[in-house]
């Protein structure tokens, strides 16, 4: 088991997203409606902006800034980050209030999927939708409880998926040249004191890494098998998220959550809410699309 380092003495509330991008780690705060942007080198961080509504995910985007999801719908941004460039350019459920987007990831051809929750906890109310590059919208997947982590097989043939209160980890046959997703199958599911599978991401070898919401770490799982290789440890309970990232993508970051933790847990878990780095000896990431819309 690898043990997780805090990186940035700062506490999330319910940090997300990590993205890495021109040596710098930028991740966001859901509930704090921020996006922040640190330096793991010498280990600073800055809020570059501050949202008018809560903020699922950010993505690159080719032609350069950024895209976000917003409550209702996906919003670009310039690379400042001013509050005067954010456009929404795509809504999404923008008429109900009972929903908000959550995570959300590009493909291997450069279309952005992105998810929705239900924020009065209902079962089945929210959905999956894929933006192409046109900004046209599809409904991927109905039905679904709490739409969470993405990931794409390297060889863009298989569609990992992650509906957090299913506890499992489900795979689509993925079309890369149409996008359509087919035969769902779940290839794990967490048991006992590993959690709820939250945010995840995929290294050069294929295999998957997923955050455990509830379950104090990271697990890696071989997709082709169905196996648990590994786990990282994570010293606090809310595990959201994690991307590869330095120099050579040979260190995963990992960002974590303190919301909803009353006084008694936070002082057991000092650093609940902070993001974390660790390397695996013989792992390294796979190059994350940009969103080409």
């Not at 509504?53 to 950010?58: A, K, L, N, Q």
């Not at 933006?131 to 060889?155: F, P, Q």
């Not at 990282?232 to 933790?261: H, K, Q």
Request: with cysteine.
């Amino acid at each position: 088991m690898t043990q997780a380092q805090p990186i940035f003495n700062t506490r999330l509330r319910l940090g997300e997203g990590p993205v890495w991008h021109d040596g710098l780690l930028y991740y966001i705060d859901i509930e704090s409606k921020r996006v922040y942007r640190g330096n793991v080198s010498t280990q600073t961080t800055e809020i570059l902006i501050d949202l008018p509504s809560r903020v699922g995910f950010i993505s690159l985007r080719t032609t350069g800034g950024w895209v976000l999801g917003l409550e209702d719908g996906l919003y670009s941004i310039n690379d400042d980050w001013s509050n005067d460039s954010l456009i929404r350019i795509v809504p999404i459920e923008a008429d109900r209030n009972d929903l908000r987007i959550n995570d959300g990831k590009p493909d291997p051809a450069g279309r952005l999927w992105l998810g929705s929750l239900s924020l009065k906890g209902e079962k089945e109310r929210a959905a999956l939708y894929c933006v192409d590059k046109t900004l046209s919208v599809r409904r991927m997947v109905d039905k679904v409880n709490l739409s969470n982590g993405l990931a794409w097989s390297n060889d863009a043939r298989k569609m990992y998926y992650i509906d957090t209160p299913l506890r499992t980890v489900d795979a689509f046959d993925f079309d890369a040249s149409s996008g359509d997703i087919s035969n769902r199958k779940t290839i794990y599911t967490l048991t006992g004191d590993q959690g709820h599978p939250d945010g995840m991401t995929i290294d050069a070898d294929g295999r998957l890494w997923v955050a455990c919401w509830g379950g104090s770490g990271v697990l890696c799982i071989d997709p082709a098998s169905g196996e648990l290789v590994s786990r990282i440890d994570v010293p606090c309970p809310n595990v959201t998220c994690c991307c590869f990232g330095g120099e050579a993508l040979d260190t995963l970051y990992i960002t974590t959550a303190s919301e909803g933790m009353d006084a008694a847990s936070l002082e057991k878990y000092p650093l609940a809410g902070q993001v974390f780095q660790t390397r695996i000896a013989g792992v390294r990431g796979a190059a994350v699309p940009a969103f080409a819309g």
